[in-house]
Nanobody, 119 residues
Framework: QVQLVESGGDLVQPGGSLKLSCAAS???????MAWYRQAPGEERELVAD????????TYADSVKGRFTISRDNDKEMVYLQMNSLKPEDTAVYYC?????????????WGKGTLVTVSS
């Protein structure tokens, strides 16, 4: 069955770095993959996405120049390198396809990984 398992979230000081990882399984890994995030009280937003061969990458304006998305198709993994972190980057981060995977008629989401940026 479809599984998306995110990891790597932590508490980090402003200006710090983190690398998130996502293990995908249960579906063909040739889709556009993305990282999304949801801050407390906010709607989920798309942070970055990458095509299957990595030929096209897009970023939300709020993370351009600070975050880098990558993927390893052999391992079915997606990564998000986050540098120069800001308190406003605090959120639960999720990986998924674009658009999100559907299971039983509903969007499927993993548990996500919490990133907290605070001094």
């Amino acid at each position: 069955q479809v599984q998306l398992v995110e990891s790597g979230g932590d508490l980090v000081q402003p200006g710090g770095s983190l690398k998130l990882s996502c293990a995908a399984s249960g579906f063909a890994f040739f889709y556009v993959m993305a990282w999304y995030r949801q801050a407390p009280g906010e709607e989920r937003e798309l942070v970055a996405d990458i095509t299957s061969a990595g030929g096209r990458i897009t970023y939300a304006d709020s993370v351009k120049g600070r975050f880098t998305i990558s993927r390893d198709n052999d391992k079915e993994m997606v990564y998000l390198q986050m540098n120069s972190l800001k308190p406003e980057d605090t959120a639960v981060y999720y990986c998924n396809t674009v658009p999100p995977r559907r299971v039983a008629g509903m969007d499927y989401w993993g548990k996500g990984t919490l990133v907290t940026v605070s001094s």
